[in-house]
């Protein structure tokens, strides 16, 4: 029951997007190709590519960090179950 449901909420959900969608594409063909920014060129490329990759890059350092952080608090957490088991 719990998988035709979650079937049914994303076969709407594409079908809603698509609806809405639609009118905006259709009428978006006056501009010649140009962006939301105007006329794409080299440079502008250039920058947006560089923000992906150093967007990337910031979230794997910082969920690296985290994961560390949340590692290092787990083993302090074991160390302290295992000292207070034991008697220390």
């Not at 010649?32 to 923000?51: A, C, K, M, P």
Request: proline share 1%; with cysteine; charged share 20%.
């Amino acid at each position: 029951m719990l998988r035709v449901r979650a079937a049914l909420t994303c076969a709407l959900s594409l079908v809603l997007g698509l609806a809405l969608a639609a009118p905006v594409m259709a009428a978006g063909g006056h501009d010649n190709g140009e962006g939301l920014v105007g006329e794409t060129n080299d440079r502008i490329i250039t920058f947006f590519s560089l923000g992906v990759v150093l967007f990337f890059f910031l979230v794997v350092c910082l969920g690296s960090f985290i994961q560390g952080r949340a590692e290092k608090r787990k083993d302090e957490n074991k160390a302290s179950e295992l000292r207070s088991r034991i008697g220390w």
